[in-house]
Protein backbone atom coordinates (compact mmCIF):
# COMPACT_ATOMS: atom_id res chain seq x y z
CA UNK A 1 0.00 0.00 0.00
CA UNK A 2 1.27 3.35 -0.97
CA UNK A 3 2.35 5.83 2.15
CA UNK A 4 1.05 8.83 3.11
CA UNK A 5 3.82 10.95 1.57
CA UNK A 6 3.81 9.06 -1.39
CA UNK A 7 -0.12 9.70 -1.86
CA UNK A 8 0.61 13.61 -0.96
CA UNK A 9 3.44 13.40 -3.86
CA UNK A 10 1.34 12.26 -6.62
CA UNK A 11 -2.32 13.99 -5.52
CA UNK A 12 0.47 17.19 -5.86
CA UNK A 13 0.88 16.50 -9.20
CA UNK A 14 -2.88 17.12 -10.16
CA UNK A 15 -3.51 20.26 -8.56
CA UNK A 16 -3.77 23.35 -11.43
CA UNK A 17 -1.56 26.10 -10.50
CA UNK A 18 -3.64 28.89 -11.45
CA UNK A 19 -6.73 28.10 -9.18
CA UNK A 20 -4.84 25.77 -6.41
CA UNK A 21 -7.23 22.85 -6.62
CA UNK A 22 -7.92 19.72 -8.88
CA UNK A 23 -7.84 20.23 -12.38
CA UNK A 24 -11.56 20.58 -13.20
CA UNK A 25 -11.58 19.78 -17.29
CA UNK A 26 -7.78 19.45 -17.40
CA UNK A 27 -6.49 20.82 -21.16
CA UNK A 28 -2.99 20.98 -22.23
CA UNK A 29 -1.19 23.93 -23.65
CA UNK A 30 1.28 23.31 -26.73
CA UNK A 31 3.84 24.20 -24.37
CA UNK A 32 2.81 20.78 -22.54
CA UNK A 33 1.32 22.95 -19.62
CA UNK A 34 -2.04 22.21 -17.63
CA UNK A 35 -4.81 23.93 -16.68
CA UNK A 36 -8.22 23.62 -16.03
CA UNK A 37 -10.30 24.75 -18.87
CA UNK A 38 -12.26 27.54 -17.13
CA UNK A 39 -8.97 28.76 -15.29
CA UNK A 40 -6.82 29.59 -19.05
CA UNK A 41 -10.37 30.54 -20.34
CA UNK A 42 -10.65 32.88 -18.00
CA UNK A 43 -6.83 34.45 -17.81
CA UNK A 44 -6.81 34.99 -21.47
CA UNK A 45 -10.20 36.53 -21.74
CA UNK A 46 -8.94 39.09 -18.85
CA UNK A 47 -4.81 39.63 -20.08
CA UNK A 48 -6.83 39.43 -23.83
CA UNK A 49 -3.66 37.38 -24.92
CA UNK A 50 -3.01 33.93 -25.80
CA UNK A 51 0.10 33.04 -23.34
CA UNK A 52 1.06 30.27 -20.75
CA UNK A 53 0.86 31.60 -17.44
CA UNK A 54 3.73 29.14 -16.57
CA UNK A 55 6.58 29.61 -19.15
CA UNK A 56 5.59 32.95 -20.89
CA UNK A 57 4.90 30.99 -24.20
CA UNK A 58 2.36 32.94 -26.55
CA UNK A 59 0.13 30.99 -29.51
CA UNK A 60 -1.69 32.05 -32.31
CA UNK A 61 -4.84 30.39 -31.30
CA UNK A 62 -6.80 29.11 -28.19
CA UNK A 63 -5.73 25.34 -29.64
CA UNK A 64 -6.71 23.38 -26.07
CA UNK A 65 -6.23 19.18 -26.01
CA UNK A 66 -7.83 17.29 -23.38
CA UNK A 67 -5.67 15.48 -20.79
CA UNK A 68 -7.24 12.74 -20.18
CA UNK A 69 -4.87 11.31 -17.74
CA UNK A 70 -4.90 14.08 -15.21
CA UNK A 71 -8.55 14.17 -16.06
CA UNK A 72 -8.59 10.48 -14.54
CA UNK A 73 -6.25 10.93 -11.96
CA UNK A 74 -8.09 14.13 -10.81
CA UNK A 75 -11.12 11.99 -10.02
CA UNK A 76 -9.40 9.31 -7.90
CA UNK A 77 -7.80 12.33 -6.18
CA UNK A 78 -10.94 13.52 -5.09
CA UNK A 79 -12.17 10.11 -4.09
CA UNK A 80 -9.14 9.63 -1.69
CA UNK A 81 -9.92 10.20 2.15
CA UNK A 82 -6.16 11.71 2.08
CA UNK A 83 -5.65 14.90 -0.02
CA UNK A 84 -3.45 17.44 0.09
CA UNK A 85 -5.37 19.87 2.33
CA UNK A 86 -6.40 16.84 4.55
CA UNK A 87 -2.39 16.49 4.93
CA UNK A 88 -1.27 19.73 5.72
CA UNK A 89 -4.04 20.03 8.43
CA UNK A 90 -2.72 16.22 9.88
CA UNK A 91 0.83 18.02 10.86
CA UNK A 92 1.58 17.84 14.45
CA UNK A 93 3.02 20.17 16.73
CA UNK A 94 6.66 18.67 17.67
CA UNK A 95 6.56 20.53 21.22
CA UNK A 96 3.03 19.76 22.49
CA UNK A 97 1.83 16.68 19.65
CA UNK A 98 -1.10 19.08 19.08
CA UNK A 99 -2.62 19.48 15.27
CA UNK A 100 -1.12 22.61 13.43
CA UNK A 101 -4.05 24.82 12.71
CA UNK A 102 -2.48 28.65 13.14
CA UNK A 103 0.03 30.59 11.14
CA UNK A 104 2.25 32.97 13.12
CA UNK A 105 2.90 35.97 10.85
CA UNK A 106 5.35 37.23 12.88
CA UNK A 107 7.53 34.39 13.28
CA UNK A 108 6.71 32.79 10.02
CA UNK A 109 5.84 29.68 11.29
CA UNK A 110 2.91 26.84 11.94
CA UNK A 111 2.03 26.48 15.76
CA UNK A 112 -0.65 24.83 16.97
CA UNK A 113 -3.88 26.21 19.77
CA UNK A 114 -1.06 25.54 22.78
CA UNK A 115 1.41 27.77 20.97
CA UNK A 116 -0.67 30.38 20.65
CA UNK A 117 -1.42 30.71 23.97
CA UNK A 118 2.88 30.68 25.19
CA UNK A 119 4.67 33.50 26.29
CA UNK A 120 7.20 33.63 22.78
CA UNK A 121 4.01 34.21 20.92
CA UNK A 122 1.78 37.10 22.89
CA UNK A 123 0.63 40.12 20.75
CA UNK A 124 2.06 37.86 17.53
CA UNK A 125 -0.18 37.93 14.82
CA UNK A 126 -2.09 34.61 13.96
CA UNK A 127 -4.22 33.25 11.22
CA UNK A 128 -5.45 30.15 9.81
CA UNK A 129 -3.26 28.10 8.21
CA UNK A 130 -5.84 27.75 4.49
CA UNK A 131 -6.09 31.56 4.91
CA UNK A 132 -2.33 32.41 5.48
CA UNK A 133 -1.54 30.00 2.34
CA UNK A 134 -4.25 31.35 0.83
CA UNK A 135 -2.74 35.20 1.31
CA UNK A 136 1.23 33.93 0.12
CA UNK A 137 -0.51 32.38 -3.04
CA UNK A 138 -2.29 35.27 -3.97
CA UNK A 139 1.42 37.26 -3.50
CA UNK A 140 3.17 34.85 -5.54
CA UNK A 141 -0.17 35.25 -8.04
CA UNK A 142 0.32 38.57 -8.25
CA UNK A 143 4.38 38.62 -8.38
CA UNK A 144 4.14 36.20 -10.92
CA UNK A 145 1.80 38.07 -13.01
CA UNK A 146 4.02 41.18 -12.76
CA UNK A 147 7.27 39.16 -14.00
CA UNK A 148 5.31 37.86 -16.83
CA UNK A 149 4.07 41.51 -17.72
CA UNK A 150 7.51 42.81 -17.56
CA UNK A 151 9.27 39.43 -18.75
CA UNK A 152 6.23 40.69 -22.17
CA UNK A 153 7.73 44.22 -21.83
CA UNK A 154 11.26 43.16 -22.22
CA UNK A 155 10.10 40.85 -25.01
CA UNK A 156 8.65 43.95 -27.04
CA UNK A 157 11.97 45.69 -26.09
CA UNK A 158 13.75 42.82 -27.68
CA UNK A 159 11.63 42.70 -30.96
CA UNK A 160 12.11 46.58 -31.59
CA UNK A 161 15.94 46.23 -30.70
CA UNK A 162 16.07 43.77 -33.58
CA UNK A 163 14.25 45.87 -35.53
CA UNK A 164 16.80 49.04 -34.79
CA UNK A 165 19.59 46.87 -35.58
CA UNK A 166 17.96 45.86 -38.41
CA UNK A 167 17.06 48.94 -39.99
CA UNK A 168 20.82 50.60 -38.91
CA UNK A 169 22.54 47.27 -40.90
CA UNK A 170 20.74 47.74 -43.93
CA UNK A 171 21.20 51.61 -43.98
CA UNK A 172 24.84 50.87 -43.20
CA UNK A 173 24.00 48.50 -46.64
CA UNK A 174 23.00 51.22 -48.97
CA UNK A 175 24.99 53.74 -47.60
CA UNK A 176 27.95 51.28 -48.51
CA UNK A 177 26.92 50.80 -51.99
CA UNK A 178 26.25 54.20 -52.48
CA UNK A 179 29.65 55.33 -51.61
CA UNK A 180 31.43 52.51 -54.04
CA UNK A 181 29.00 53.45 -56.81
CA UNK A 182 29.69 57.28 -55.78
CA UNK A 183 33.69 56.52 -56.26
CA UNK A 184 33.24 54.05 -59.28
CA UNK A 185 31.86 56.84 -60.89
CA UNK A 186 34.63 58.99 -59.85
CA UNK A 187 37.17 56.60 -60.98
CA UNK A 188 35.78 56.12 -64.84
CA UNK A 189 35.73 60.10 -65.05
CA UNK A 190 39.38 60.77 -63.95
CA UNK A 191 40.36 57.61 -65.86
CA UNK A 192 38.71 59.66 -68.74
CA UNK A 193 40.12 62.62 -67.87
CA UNK A 194 43.62 61.42 -67.67
CA UNK A 195 43.10 59.73 -71.23
CA UNK A 196 42.24 62.71 -72.46
CA UNK A 197 44.87 64.88 -70.82
CA UNK A 198 47.39 62.56 -72.42
CA UNK A 199 45.92 62.79 -76.00
CA UNK A 200 46.13 66.55 -74.96
CA UNK A 201 49.95 66.24 -74.28
CA UNK A 202 50.88 63.96 -76.69
CA UNK A 203 49.46 66.08 -79.45
CA UNK A 204 51.38 69.28 -77.69
CA UNK A 205 54.67 67.43 -77.89
CA UNK A 206 54.39 67.10 -81.88
CA UNK A 207 53.16 70.49 -82.20
CA UNK A 208 56.27 71.40 -80.27
CA UNK A 209 58.78 68.70 -81.30
CA UNK A 210 57.77 68.49 -85.09
CA UNK A 211 59.27 71.80 -85.90
CA UNK A 212 62.21 71.56 -83.68
CA UNK A 213 63.11 67.80 -85.23
CA UNK A 214 63.17 69.37 -88.00
CA UNK A 215 65.56 71.97 -87.53
CA UNK A 216 67.34 69.83 -85.91
CA UNK A 217 67.93 67.37 -88.97
CA UNK A 218 68.68 70.67 -91.04
CA UNK A 219 71.50 71.56 -88.93
CA UNK A 220 72.77 67.69 -88.71
CA UNK A 221 72.31 67.93 -93.03
CA UNK A 222 74.49 71.16 -92.58
CA UNK A 223 77.20 69.98 -90.27
CA UNK A 224 77.56 66.77 -93.06
CA UNK A 225 78.02 69.20 -95.49
CA UNK A 226 80.29 71.40 -94.03
CA UNK A 227 82.17 68.33 -92.77
CA UNK A 228 82.20 67.03 -96.33
CA UNK A 229 83.94 70.56 -97.16
CA UNK A 230 86.28 70.20 -94.73
CA UNK A 231 87.51 66.93 -95.52
CA UNK A 232 88.05 67.81 -99.03
CA UNK A 233 89.69 71.05 -98.75
CA UNK A 234 92.14 68.65 -96.21
CA UNK A 235 92.39 66.51 -98.89
CA UNK A 236 93.71 69.10 -101.48
CA UNK A 237 96.26 70.68 -98.56
CA UNK A 238 97.72 67.17 -98.16
CA UNK A 239 98.52 67.16 -102.45
CA UNK A 240 102.51 67.35 -102.32
CA UNK A 241 102.82 69.08 -105.41
CA UNK A 242 102.69 72.72 -105.65
CA UNK A 243 101.45 72.83 -109.19
CA UNK A 244 98.75 70.06 -108.77
CA UNK A 245 97.65 72.06 -105.94
CA UNK A 246 97.48 75.29 -107.81
CA UNK A 247 95.75 73.44 -110.37
CA UNK A 248 92.97 72.08 -108.76
CA UNK A 249 92.29 74.84 -106.70
CA UNK A 250 91.92 77.44 -109.92
CA UNK A 251 89.65 74.52 -111.57
CA UNK A 252 87.48 74.59 -108.48
CA UNK A 253 87.20 78.53 -108.61
CA UNK A 254 86.14 78.53 -112.59
CA UNK A 255 83.59 76.00 -111.30
Sequence with gaps: MASTDQLGSWTEDVICPNCLEYFTDPVSLQCQHNFCRSCI?????????????????EFADRTLRINWVLTRLSEKARKRPLNLNKKESNLHCEEHDEELKLFCETDKTLI??????????????????????KNYKDQFKSAIENLM????????????QKRKISRVWEQAQNIQSHITFQFAELHQILTEKEQCL?????????????????NFQEIQ????????????????MDEKEDVLFLKEEAHQRRR
Design 41 to 57: TRFWERKERNYCPECGE
Design 112 to 133: CLVCRDAREHREHRFLPIKEAA
Design 149 to 160: KKQQAFREMEQQ
Design 198 to 214: LKDLREEEERILNPMKK
Design 221 to 236: NTLNSIQEKISRLLEQ
